[in-house]
């Protein structure tokens, strides 16, 4: 039995690409590490007990479970990154929306603009707007965010099985089902065009964002160039995969609306809001 650790960095695809491991794993089979009590449990739970597991994941630093990953039990780790800015954009503003963020109080309290979740000094705001998919690949603490980026990049290269782009979605989530071996991989996607008018930035916030995660920045163009270099590899049978996944996965979506419209359902009452 594969044993798995969904690495999720904040807003680079978790709503979705949880809804399809749903679709593919028990959830008795499953250990979420999204809250401090979930962490803590896993503290405390023995090697033989974690082996029953199929699938860990949450929001973590590679390095605080560096001991697990690295135990008895072989994990496959995997993950996914995004367009930086677009992540700090989404975080920045679903933190701010969503009353069971543990920033939720402070941001909306203290009216904090997007400018200052990114430079902002306060405690509340440590490590949050900067660099975030460097740190999560590479813990904190390097004498340098240079030195951060090298961890971060290496383990991706050598440590993870795959790591997928969210604005590549069709082409990572392919090439993830071939991995994992997963049977379900339909999906019904957000409405992207709403979200990005409700969050657009101005000119002045990007160029702060892009000041302050140009690590994050160098990792992601590292990784599209790699990810470019593994779809070529795939060549054409990738290709025709991918084509027909898309037309079949478009009709299964044109069906899912029609249900949710059908029984007056709302999408974010169905998907995870991780």
């Not at 699938?55 to 690295?70: M, P, Q, S």
């Not at 989530?173 to 969050?199: D, M, P, T």
Request: hydrophobic share 40%.
């Amino acid at each position: 039995m594969n044993h798995l650790f969904f690495l999720h960095i904040p807003k680079t695809a978790g709503t979705t690409l949880n809804a399809v491991l749903n679709d593919n794993f028990a959830s008795s089979d499953i250990f979420d590490l999204y809250t401090d009590e979930q962490r803590i449990r896993l503290r405390e739970t023995t090697y033989e007990e974690l082996a029953r597991y199929r699938l860990v994941r949450g929001h973590v630093f590679v390095t605080d479970f560096a001991d697990i990953l690295d135990g008895p039990i072989p994990f496959e780790v995997f993950t996914f990154l995004r367009d930086p800015v677009e992540r700090v954009i989404s975080e920045y503003h679903f933190l701010k929306s969503w009353p069971k963020s543990h920033v939720y109080r402070f941001l909306n309290e203290n009216n904090v603009s997007l400018s200052e979740y990114v430079a902002g000094e306060s405690p509340e705001l440590r490590w949050r707007g900067r660099n975030a998919m460097v740190n999560s690949l590479s813990g904190v603490g390097h004498p340098s965010i240079e030195k951060g980026l090298e961890v971060a990049w290496h383990h991706l290269r050598n440590r993870f099985c795959f790591f997928g782009i969210l604005e590549r979605f069709d082409e990572s989530l392919l090439q993830l089902s071939r991995i994992l071996g997963l049977e379900r991989c339909f999906y019904e996607r957000q409405n992207v065009r709403k979200g990005r008018a409700r969050y657009a930035a101005t000119t002045e916030e990007v160029e702060l964002i892009r000041e302050h995660n140009q690590a994050d920045i160098e990792l992601y163009e590292r990784a599209c160039v790699e990810f470019d270099r593994r779809i070529r590899l795939m060549g054409e049978p990738f290709q025709a995969n991918l084509r027909l996944f898309r037309k079949v996965n478009d009709r299964f979506q044109r069906v899912s609306r029609l249900i949710m419209a059908r029984d007056n359902l709302d999408r974010g009452e169905i998907l995870n809001a991780k």
